[in-house]
């Protein structure tokens, strides 16, 4: 799952009574990851394989990231009973 803005994710930045507005690269934060460690998305899988919507936000120094996302529910789940090869 990668998050994303239809509009682009951008940074509004004032001084010196200017005020500019720059494209982000695509960051992700630390979301649930500690300090040092790479950013990670901890999401669980329900018993019909769908994931609950939720919301991460995180505030780095005047910057603020939200993610938010709606309920994902698979259209094809897998088959607990379909063999599984082993390598």
């Known amino acids: 799952m990668q998050g ?7 940074e509004t930045v004032t001084g010196g009574g200017i005020t500019t507005t720059n494209p982000l690269p695509g960051v992700t934060g630390l979301l649930d990851a500690g300090q040092g460690e790479a950013p990670v998305l901890h999401l669980l899988l329900n018993a ?4 609950n919507g939720g919301v991460r936000e995180e505030h780095v120094g005047p910057l603020h990231f939200r993610m938010d996302w709606d309920k994902i529910t ?10 599984r090869s082993v390598r």
């Open 4 to 10: 994303v803005s239809a509009d682009g994710m951008m």
């Open 48 to 51: 019909d394989f769908s994931i």
């Open 74 to 83: 698979p259209k094809f789940p897998p088959d607990p009973t379909a063999a």
